[in-house]
């Protein structure tokens, strides 16, 4: 009777200097407002939970609720037993979801900020349809920039191409055609009547369209240079400062003119300038343009 009468008064005794501390715990928000100097401290078990929520819909057990504790590495971590979203409010607003698949929606935008000032801010338009973009796997050289392959896989390109069009990265522009035979970057192509593309050949020079940009097998597709800067198979050293032509000895490449071409033959080769020098055979740059 003596230890249960102690026991009633010691909990009186601490119930009343709550009271007064104005600290309490009420199922009603606003059932008692704490003092704002007060401080709580949970301390758990090194490695487990510290705090645990759980409300009339989540259940009470372990695997229920909000967990809030510290991973055994120290790492605090916030765990939402529920198969539901985790939402972020601030000024009564929702302003961010974690759902429960892992996708992470903002409802405003994603600010950056810089390391001493100014920030980016990365925001969505009011866009009708919604759509997903993936990035590349790995970082894009140089000057690299990001292209869509129309299924919002992105990938880095040196340079834009537009439809059958590409502005190459050696300054050349470029149109896609159908490769007749296998050829490698250099060669110079002739067109066919069968629409494809075929290395030049030492007749008739006259039917030269372009400079392959990159190696292309039977029947693929082919980037062909048709005017600006391109890199060109010549056949023997070159040297700048002379004019170059389709070669009259060896197929889909290209050789060097020291004297202006002195008639039509001479001027159906030309294919430009070479503007660089190299010491045996391979590729040279040139400005290209054709008679």
Not at 70 to 79: A, H, M, P, V, Y
Not at 166 to 180: E, F, N, S
Not at 196 to 209: F, H, I, R, S, W
Request: aromatic share 6%; proline share 3%; glycine share 12%.
């Amino acid at each position: 009777m003596r230890k249960n009468l102690l026991l009633v008064i010691v909990f009186a005794v601490v119930f009343q200097n709550a009271l007064a501390q104005k600290v309490g715990i009420t199922d009603k928000i606003g059932g008692i407002t704490p003092v704002s100097l007060l401080q709580v401290h949970l301390n758990g078990t090194s490695g487990g939970t510290v705090l645990h929520l759980t409300d009339d819909n989540s259940g009470a057990t372990l695997t229920d609720g909000f967990h809030l504790g510290f991973e055994s590495t120290g790492k605090l971590q916030l765990n939402l037993k529920e198969d539901n979203d985790f939402e972020f409010y601030t000024n009564g607003n929702e302003r961010m979801i974690i759902k429960n698949g892992g996708i992470i929606e903002i409802k405003n935008s994603l600010q950056l900020d810089g390391s001493t000032s100014g920030y980016v801010g990365i925001s969505s338009s009011a866009a009708t349809t919604s759509y997903s973009l993936t990035l590349p796997s790995a970082q894009g050289s140089s000057n690299s920039i990001l292209t869509n392959n129309g299924s919002g896989v992105l990938s880095w390109s040196s340079s834009p191409a537009m439809g059958n069009s590409y502005i190459t990265p050696d300054g050349g522009l470029a149109v896609k055609l159908i490769a007749g035979e296998s050829l490698v970057r250099g060669n110079l192509v002739r067109s066919s009547a069968d629409g494809k593309v075929y290395k030049t050949l030492t007749a008739t020079p006259e039917l030269v369209v372009g400079v392959v940009y990159a190696d292309a097998l039977q029947n693929a597709e082919v980037w062909v240079v048709t005017t600006g800067q391109a890199y060109v198979l010549f056949e023997a050293t070159t040297t700048n400062a002379v004019w170059a032509g389709v070669s009259n000895s060896n197929a889909g490449k290209a050789y060097i003119l020291t004297t202006i071409p002195p008639g039509n033959t001479e001027h159906d080769r030309e294919i430009g300038h070479p503007i660089e020098t190299i010491g045996s055979a391979g590729l040279a740059k040139c400005i290209i343009h054709f008679r």
